[in-house]
């Protein structure tokens, strides 16, 4: 055999998921995801590590940007291929690069017209690393796969889709790859899911591989919290409430916001919270909710018989969407206590910075984190106790209440994980932990090493490995 793995992104980092396979004559991406944390953010700019007219086929596991972020400016750049990926993922993908493209440009036209005034350049070009016409030349190129049915790719090279329990049409992608009469399995984990979290089923698990690709954003430790979501949003929106400030919550418009939904829908119906005005402050997230309930069908029993009873998880009681920009910036100028939902979940960009700005110099607001926050991120610097923040070229003092609500994650932690390996009836070939800090992922490799005694690596960006 000989199979060329190439690790174009997600390794020793957090974002820009890209794996190159070649094999058989032909090319092929797992993702191709943008970078978000601040220390990589050049590498979105950095030519591809081939030529994406090449490539025949990208293989999406999911539609978080840090997946399939990069796909539009791929296409600028001469790809003409086939983007195979589950329906959900197709359709919640489509509207994410659409809403990423329209950011691109406005963030640019931003920084232009800032740094003119300041007199200075920016360390990245002052053009949008893709344009909506980019996004909207992508679309065409989603080729939608079910679960569990394999898809020829040709070339000796066969696909299946299982589902990750991650996000809506989330996967795990295997690959089977024939050569010389041999056959060798490649399982791209994606990101794994957790075990009895709302709406979503289970992650899927598996008896046998050869090779892995497995991420590791969460690997060096263990989840706390998840028993007690609601009582923790019980007692910040209520605490909320006595000090007349607003709620602030930098949230991924993807599976995030519709898990808060869901859970102060059910504080609702339990009386345990006073009706909350929650404004939805992101068009994508609306559209979102819309995807969720079209794909129903992928729901857990719980949140389909909460369907049953005509109970959507996402019906929440004075939940308003917020369409344009003069509607949020509004938002300001109400009195009292609401909850105001934007992206992006790591405060990188988006109407998030501007409720940010408003409120975080207010003693009386709180800022609600509910996911992960990467290395070089304004929401980690906020998280990690800042005293002030630089918001759209100003310093603002931290005043706010800073609160992490711990057990939401999507992502599989440590024990989580393990869990999910030891699911493997035949030893691996060998594992590569990527999508993860460097010391998490090494700590993982450790780890995983000593309890089940796979082989395992963390790769380096860029590198190459054979696999026979």
């Not at 793995?5 to 993702?31: H, I």
């Not at 590498?43 to 990069?70: I, K, S, Y």
């Not at 504080?267 to 929650?278: E, K, S």
């Not at 440590?414 to 030893?427: G, N, P, Q, Y």
């Amino acid at each position: 055999m000989d199979i060329k793995l190439s690790f174009m992104g997600a390794a020793k980092s957090v974002t820009g998921s890209r794996y190159q396979v070649e094999v058989n004559g032909t090319r092929l991406l797992v993702d191709c995801g943008l970078y978000q944390e601040r220390a990589f953010l050049y590498r979105n700019w950095e030519p591809f590590g081939t030529a994406p007219d090449r490539l025949e086929t990208v293989l999406l596991t999911h539609a978080h940007l840090d997946h399939c972020g990069l796909l539009p400016r791929l296409v600028n750049e001469g790809f003409r291929g086939r983007i195979i990926c589950t329906r959900a993922t197709a359709e919640i993908a489509k509207i994410m690069l659409i809403d990423s493209a329209h950011l691109q440009e406005e963030d640019a036209a931003y920084k232009k017209k800032r740094h003119i005034k300041e007199g200075k350049r920016g360390p990245y070009p002052e053009i949008p690393l893709y344009t909506v016409a980019d996004a909207e030349a992508t679309l065409p190129l989603f080729k939608p796969a079910e679960y569990n049915q394999p898809v020829n790719l040709g070339h000796g090279i066969e696909a299946t889709f299982y589902d990750a329990g991650h996000v809506l049409g989330s996967a795990m992608i295997r690959l089977l790859i024939s050569q010389n009469g041999e056959k060798r399995s490649i399982i791209f984990s994606g990101d794994i899911g957790r075990w009895d979290r709302p709406i979503l089923h289970d992650p899927s698990v598996f008896r046998q591989t050869d090779y892995i690709v497995v991420e590791s954003t969460y690997s060096d430790r263990a989840h706390e919290g998840t028993e007690d979501i609601s009582d923790n949003l019980v007692e910040i929106v209520n605490s909320a409430f006595k000090t007349g400030g607003n709620i602030i919550v930098p949230s991924f418009a993807l599976q995030r916001t519709q898990e808060v939904l869901y859970y102060l829908n059910a504080l609702r119906m339990a009386n345990r919270i006073p009706r909350l005005q929650v404004y939805l402050d992101s068009p994508m997230a609306a559209k979102i909710n819309k995807v969720y309930e079209n794909f129903s069908n992928l729901f857990d029993q719980e949140a389909k018989d909460l369907l049953r009873q005509n109970r959507s998880p996402f019906d929440l009681p004075g939940l308003k969407t917020v369409e344009t920009t003069e509607e949020s910036k509004a938002l300001n100028d109400i009195k009292g206590t609401v909850m105001i939902i934007a992206g992006s979940g790591m405060c990188t960009g988006g109407r998030i910075k501007h409720h940010l700005a408003a409120n975080i110099s207010r003693p009386e607001s709180t800022i609600l984190f509910v996911g992960y926050q990467a290395e070089g991120t304004l929401g980690l610097q906020i998280l990690d106790g800042a005293k002030s923040v630089r918001i759209y070229g100003r310093q603002y003092p931290v005043r706010a209440r800073i609160v992490h609500l711990q057990g939401l994650s999507a992502h599989a932690d440590r024990d989580e994980l393990l869990r999910w390996f030891t699911a493997l009836s035949v030893k691996p070939r060998h594992v590569f932990i990527t999508h993860g800090e460097a010391g998490a992922a090494e700590k993982f490799r450790e780890f995983l090493t000593e309890k089940t005694g796979f082989e395992a690596s963390v790769p380096a960006y860029n590198t190459t490995v054979t696999l026979d």
